[in-house]
């Protein structure tokens, strides 16, 4: 997501605060915003990330996507990681996101089948069902990038409008695993 040190982020569905941590060492100038529909994951997030929020950089809210707090300004970047399937009228709440983003901000939406069984395939067919909402809500530049797990994820980034937009490739981007902490590099 290319995500810079001044960037404002917002994660929906933040967890045990994770993601949050890792996005807050990345933006030493900017701020990280959460929220979870789960007051018992914004306590271990708010534990997680007890420094940050003290230093004014994370602010955690028990919320939910379909209710969204009123923000007072843009995010340059949105990430929802394997939450996208909980929301009720997922291209309604799209839309409501990329009104939320910056001209040309971008959005992660990250995917990784847990059905029993699920395959590469059931993954391809995540990301292309993602791409199509993407689509829908008016995002452009929509690309797939895929870490191969078992099964594989897929994180489907698009711009919001006002972003010069290019045609889909179709291709998707292979993420090596770092061996010892399972984060991905590109």
Known sequence: MDVQPSHRVLEIGFGPGIAVREVARRVPRGEV????RSAVMRAQAARRNAPAIRAGRVS???????DLPAFDRPFDKILAVN???MWPEPKRRLRELSGLLR???LIAIVSQPRTPGATA???AAAARQIAGLLDAAGFGSIRTERLDLKPPVACVIGAAP???TRAPTGRERPVVADAQSGEGSR
């Open 33 to 36: 915003v959460g929220i979870d």
């Open 60 to 66: 955690l809210v028990v919320a939910s996507v379909d």
């Open 83 to 85: 939450n996208m399937g």
């Open 103 to 105: 001209p040309g901000g």
């Open 121 to 123: 395939e059931t993954t």
């Open 162 to 164: 006002g972003a010069p």
